[in-house]
Each structure stands twice: as structure tokens, then as C-alpha cells.
């Protein structure tokens, strides 16, 4: 079992829909939860993190986290176009030093 | 004004050869991690750096050799290049080891070995 699982896409959505990216993880001590862009050709960069079961609201996304399910999703409201990138999940793993461990990523295509 | 900065930005050299990529920020972070990106875009750690001491040290070959001079600095060397060193290695920063505020990006070196 890997220890980040993500649909790797493409999810395709109109521009004003929700996007949905979804996200299981494995190390059952993760304690923090980010999820990153990456848009192609450039550096992964942080746009929500979550620590706490629930929901987390920023701006058009919301973060949402399950520990007991091991789940982690990310919500995209009103999507646009410039939101098309590959979305990367990384829990935080405990065992030793914390590491954020990434899955390989949903890929999201917002078309006009 | 770069967070983390990374040179060079691209890098093609020959099997065999011997190269360095640099990594440098200004946030003020303790904690440094290289990362490497392989062409399926998963992207996995390899070496973690607090305050100039190692502290991760993933299965990588021991042709890649991490230095940190001190901590807004990270290097990477790596002896005997081969083919399937070609990837893109991002150099990261964290405020501390826990991680918790997430880490910043720099913005990669594609590194391509013909």
C-alpha cells in the first residue's frame, strides 16, 4: 500500500463548478496535513493546510480531514481556469523526524 | 527577495561526471530538506537538514552527498552521474523540524544526464 493515494486524474470540471480532489493516507500519526499546487514546470506551492477533523475554509477551498477514515480532501469553489494544475497531498509522517510524505498528485483541468 | 533560492536551474552533463546544485534561503528557517521529483511527478524526500546537523537520511546512493555549511544553506553533490539521476530536485525550508506551518519551495533544478 502506498502511503499517499491520489486519483491520478486528469479531473476535468467547467469553470464554476466544484472540484474535488480526494486523498487516503497511511501512517495512522499523521498529525498535519497540507496540500499543495504545482503547476507544470514550477515548484510545488502551499495552499491549504489542516490539523484538526473537520472542515477549514479559505477563500474558494476547503481543506477537509477524517482521521479515522485516513482521509483528506480538498474542495474547489467556482472554479477557473487558472486553478488547472496537479494538486499534491502530503500528510506529515511522525515516525522519527517529520517528514511531509506526497502522493503523486491530481491533476486538474478547468476548461472555459 | 527569493525565499529559496536554487542554482543552477537547469543542468545537463554527461554519465560519469561529478555536479553540484546549491539551495539558499532567507526565511529564517532552522530545518532544509532536497527533494526529488522523477518524470512520473512523484516527488520524494531524500535528505533533512536542521541547523547544519542531518537528520533524514532516506535510501538514497551514497553518490549523493548533502553539506550545510549553515542553516540558510543546503547543497547537494552527486559523484558518478548516471541516467536515472535525471529528475527535477527541489530544495525545500521548514521553520522547524515538526513542519508545521508546511514547507517552501525553491524553484527546482531539472537536472539531465545524456
Known amino acids: 500500500q502506498k502511503e499517499v493515494e491520489q486519483n491520478s486524474g486528469p479531473l476535468s470540471v467547467p469553470e464554476g463548478a466544484i472540484a474535488s480532489l480526494n486523498c487516503t493516507y497511511s501512517d495512522r500519526g499523521s498529525q498535519s496535513f497540507f496540500w499543495y499546487r504545482q503547476y507544470s514546470g514550477k515548484s510545488p506551492e502551499l495552499i491549504m493546510s489542516i490539523y484538526s477533523n473537520g472542515d477549514k475554509e479559505d477563500g474558494r477551498f476547503t481543506a477537509q480531514l477524517n482521521k479515522a477514515s485516513q482521509y483528506v480532501s480538498l474542495l474547489i469553489r467556482d472554479s477557473q481556469p487558472s486553478d488547472s494544475a496537479t494538486y499534491l497531498c502530503a500528510p506529515s509522517a511522525i515516525t522519527g523526524f517529520q517528514k511531509l510524505v506526497f502522493g503523486t498528485g491530481t491533476r486538474l483541468l478547468v476548461s472555459p | 527577495d527569493t525565499a529559496v533560492s536554487q542554482t543552477p536551474k537547469y543542468l545537463v552533463t554527461q554519465m560519469g561526471n561529478d555536479k553540484s546544485i546549491k539551495c539558499e534561503q532567507n526565511l529564517g528557517h532552522d530545518t532544509m530538506y532536497w527533494y526529488k521529483q522523477d518524470s512520473k511527478k512523484f516527488l520524494k524526500i531524500m535528505f533533512s537538514?536542521?541547523?547544519?546537523?542531518?537528520?533524514i537520511n532516506e535510501t538514497v546512493p551514497n553518490r549523493f552527498s548533502p553539506k550545510s555549511p549553515d542553516k540558510a544553506h543546503l547543497n547537494l553533490h552527486i559523484n558518478s552521474l548516471e541516467l536515472g539521476d535525471s529528475a527535477v530536485y527541489f530544495c525545500a525550508s521548514s521553520q522547524d523540524t515538526g513542519g508545521a506551518g508546511g514547507y517552501t519551495f525553491g524553484s527546482g533544478t531539472r537536472l539531465t544526464v545524456v
Open positions: 537538514y536542521n541547523n547544519k546537523e542531518l537528520i
